[in-house]
């Protein structure tokens, strides 16, 4: 399956770019690029039900890291874009013991 192109988001960011950054170079200083990462060590489970159905819930472990990129157009106001990778920690487990029936 191939990736759907959206070009109207990218030729929306550089229109933004060019709108924005015009007054953003006329500062100084004030471009900021930064990078993050954290983590998720939680450790928890519990069970419910949905509509009479059992479930279990519980925490993966795993990470995130990105970066941020923001600019200064004004003296109150701001352009920043930041993208970020990692897990969804959440798990929900469906917990019902299936049954077969031998009667015929």
């Known amino acids: 399956?191939?990736?759907q192109i959206r070009p109207w988001a990218a030729q929306g960011a550089l229109l933004l770019f060019l709108l924005a950054g015009t007054a953003a170079w006329g500062q100084v200083?004030?471009?900021r690029l930064t990078f993050f990462g954290s983590g998720s060590f939680l450790k928890g489970e519990k069970?419910?039900?949905?509509?009479?159905?059992?479930k279990r819930s519980n925490f993966a472990g795993g990470g995130r890291i990105g970066g941020r990129f923001t600019v200064d157009i004004g003296e109150h106001w701001a352009v920043e874009g930041a993208y970020g990778y990692g897990t969804n920690n959440l798990r929900i487990q469906d917990v019902a013991a299936r049954t077969a029936n031998m009667c015929s």
């Open 29 to 31: 200083e004030n471009a």
């Open 1 to 3: 399956m191939q990736k």
């Open 47 to 54: 069970s419910f039900t949905v509509d009479g159905a059992p």
